[in-house]
């Protein structure tokens, strides 16, 4: 899949590079199994992660507006935005988030988000991390979500094999289910976000452990929805869950929390795609290449791989991954607090990432 852009919009590497080779204090993680866009059978699917500045003194509706244009250019099916709340109040901006609203693409996308469960209200006030999963793909429940059965329910046989019991869900966990055509294979969309070291703590235990939790989920639910296939229709395998694409801010440090570790099947779309090519270090927190950041007194001076593609792609295939936003905003600058000096803006404090992937042809 072919994009015409400028080359300063992106860094990006294809399969043409392919090489072989998750603190403490808040987690959020929603996901949703898609089918496709309409009529189109064969449609390679493009995935674009965002972790958004919620700092509004610096510029936040030319930032804002700046991200929504990236994402109108790009046009992907599937977008993962977290936001991290104000370093004193701990609070999320309810402004960030009618900006978006106010896009001319976000008609075009199905909305998940934390609200939908009530993490907090629609004015996403009282949690400091917020995630919207916006989607153009066909979502819709499938059999094997149901409530079990009881002896009160009309369904309910006592002559019936037991109903397998369905994996419990992390608390944070927003689900939804696509409805399947019979020429396409399930694809499971997740996001989530991981609070970054702190100088007070570095978080890793909690990192580590909530990875391991999330990979583990994913294949729970796959033996789940085998045993409800296999109970309900005797014999065949449900192909549910081995199409997965996790993506958000993990905030992983390599040099803290050591590396990734992918169970069977797993693999991080960068590593697969740009491991030693010329795409970099897949650095989405910057502060070399990011001026913006080096220019804030409470913003680390560092350089993390914190936000990551995790796939388990059983059906699909890796395409092309690319960096977005790395270009400063025209004609928009701030002062650098310390020295007086004027620095440009970027969309955020974090580049964007777009994954494509396409299904595999036998």
Request: proline share 7%; aromatic share 10%.
């Amino acid at each position: 899949l072919n994009f015409r852009l400028q080359p300063t919009e992106l860094i990006s590497c294809g399969s043409c590079d392919f090489t072989s080779s998750k603190a403490a204090q808040t987690t959020q993680d929603y996901h949703v199994l898609f089918g496709h866009r309409h009529q189109q059978q064969y449609q390679v699917h493009d995935v674009q992660v965002y972790n958004v500045w919620s700092c509004e003194h610096v510029a936040v509706y030319r930032r804002i507006r700046a991200i929504c244009e990236i994402i109108e250019r790009h046009d992907p099916d599937v977008i993962f935005l977290q936001v991290i709340g104000r370093p004193r109040t701990g609070e999320v901006t309810s402004y960030i988030y009618c900006l978006f609203q106010e896009a001319p693409w976000w008609g075009n996308y199905d909305e998940f988000s934390s609200k939908e469960k009530g993490y907090h209200g629609y004015t996403l006030s009282s949690k400091s991390t917020f995630c919207l999963l916006l989607s153009k793909l066909h979502a819709a429940k499938v059999p094997g979500s149901s409530p079990p059965y009881t002896p009160s329910s009309p369904m309910y046989c006592p002559s019936s094999p037991p109903r397998p019991c369905e994996p419990r869900a992390p608390s944070d966990l927003l689900s939804a289910w696509e409805y399947r055509y019979w020429w396409h294979h399930g694809l499971r969309a997740a996001t989530c976000i991981l609070t970054c070291p702190t100088p007070s703590d570095t978080g890793s235990v909690h990192r580590r452990a909530r990875g391991s939790a999330f990979l583990e989920y994913f294949v729970s639910v796959h033996l789940f929805d085998v045993a409800v296939h296999h109970r309900e229709h005797g014999t065949g395998t449900a192909v549910l869950d081995q199409n997965v694409v996790l993506g958000g801010d993990l905030g992983w440090d390599d040099d803290l929390d050591g590396p990734l570790r992918l169970g069977d099947g797993w693999v991080d779309a960068w590593l697969e795609l740009c491991a030693g090519g010329g795409g970099g270090g897949g650095w989405t927190y910057d502060a070399v290449a990011n001026p913006m950041v080096r220019g804030l007194k409470n913003m680390a001076k560092e350089r993390r791989r914190s936000d990551r593609f995790v796939c388990k792609l059983k059906d699909f295939e890796l395409d092309s991954i690319q960096m977005l936003g790395v270009e400063p905003i025209p004609g928009v600058t701030r002062f650098d607090d310390d020295d007086g000096n004027v620095v440009p803006v970027l969309p955020s404090h974090h580049f964007g990432l777009l994954l494509t992937i396409s299904p595999k042809h036998d």
